[in-house]
């Protein structure tokens, strides 16, 4: 265990010694007391020394020591060849200490482990900077990051910014205001998909796309349309996180199934009537989620899962859909599975969807691209 000496907030180090470190050497608890490296980096001013014990005797060590419980040991200096010794431990001391060639002067060492040592706390900026922000400490309970605050009986209480087991979701951030997508630099590499613009060329046009009061042309074979407006249609919304969608069904028309690699859809109904779903993973047993929706109902469909819209009425509907993805992706399944280029063989679809051979070679004719 550690005791900390002193706390520094604004450069989030702190000076620890080791408890067992305030008696003799020879009565200190000869184990390594290993801080989690994640959390706590040592700072530069102090450095890591391997103490030896129990060798043997017959032998000469450099900075030899001796205590009656752990025999004949030695302060690890390069080089050393610690075959002959049965334990080790590890130390952390100022980077100016140096053990003694001969003798370690073990009363020497004891004052330096004393006066403990200083780490940095890798406290995870942006849980930390929200404690900050309500007034709170960022601290740590043993090895969980936990926010400390003054309660109304000015008690100090301290609760896990990250509760174990929880995870931490967060839409991306971008590093700057914008960066307005340009097409090719030639042999240049690619950043986050797209090049960015020189701010200072950007303009409102950068932002702006026009047209999506204007149906998609339904006339296919599953009597639906999505126009797209993406960092494709609208150049300053890269790396943004956001895209939109408008789609037009014909009366019995759908969106097939279909899923979003790269984003989460939500979805608002503005004419006529749909019947909407999606399919959870096969880990929660492929439920399915569905609803029907009228005109001002809003439905969600979860990144990566497998959804479709039905139009149900006997008129057209249209509904609008943002994703949290400049370049969301689309991968619709029968288009993928039926009508990749080249074919996948028919017998492997014929095993895996158990269908008759001669189903699956019907299927990819009319899939294929
Ligand atoms: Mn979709």
Redesign the pocket.
Known sequence: MYRVLEVNITTSTLKLVRQDFSGPFCSISFSGAMLTPELFELLPDYKTLSAYYLCNPRLHYPANFTCSNKGVGSMNQDDFNHNNCGGSFNITVPIGYAPEEEGLNVTNLESVLKKGFEVKLNIDERPCRECKSTGGICSYDVATPVCCKRNSSSELECIPMIPSGSIIANDPSPLQDFCVAIGDLKNGVFVNGKFCKDPKQAKAEDFFFQGLNKAGNTTNRVKSN?TTVNVDQIPGLNTLGISL?RIDYAPYGQ?PP???PRAT?I?VLVEGTLYVGFVSSNQDNNRLFAKVLNPGDVFV?PIGMI?F?VNIGKTPAVAF?G?NSQN?G?ITIADTVFGSTPPINPDILAQAFQLDVNVVKDLEAKFKN
Do not use: I
């Open positions: 999505v969608v969106n279909h899923t979003h859809e979805l469909f959804h819209q859909a994703l969301a689309v």
